[in-house]
């Protein structure tokens, strides 16, 4: 029953910002790690940030880290991704993702996340 709902993918211009939604329903999240994931075809789904539900601790893939940033409002059960200074190279499918944390590690491949949404799809035009 669990399900993860992304919105705000689109297309943007180089240097433009975009903030992607997951909207988060069917359990407690308590204990969890939520994050986001990217895929372009022909290539592995990449870790590009997560976040602890309870805690809002923090972890970013090196290409990202400084332009995008992981958020979460419990009260509203939604996860956010801001990404600033967007770059062609971050043309993709981007993945919400729930980890139950079964490891007691931070989550930063796809074999660690548990529950999946659909997909936004952000593209980023130069």
């Known amino acids: 029953q669990v399900q993860l709902v992304e919105s705000g993918g689109g297309l943007v211009q180089a240097g433009g910002s975009l903030r992607l939604s997951c909207a988060a329903s069917g359990r407690t999240f308590s204990g969890y790690f939520m994050g986001w994931l990217r895929q372009v075809p022909g290539k592995e789904r990449e870790f590009v940030a997560t976040i602890t539900w309870s805690g809002g601790s923090t972890y970013y893939a090196d290409s990202v880290k400084g332009r995008f940033t992981i958020s979460r409002d419990n009260a509203k059960n939604t996860v956010y991704l801001q990404m600033n200074d967007l770059k062609p190279e971050d043309t993709a499918v981007y993945y919400c993702?729930?980890?139950?944390?079964?490891?007691?590690?931070?989550?930063?491949?796809?074999?660690?996340?548990?529950?999946w949404g659909q997909g936004t799809q952000v593209t980023v035009s130069s």
């Open positions: 993702a729930a980890s139950r944390n079964r490891y007691g590690v931070v989550p930063r491949g796809p074999s660690g996340y548990d529950y």
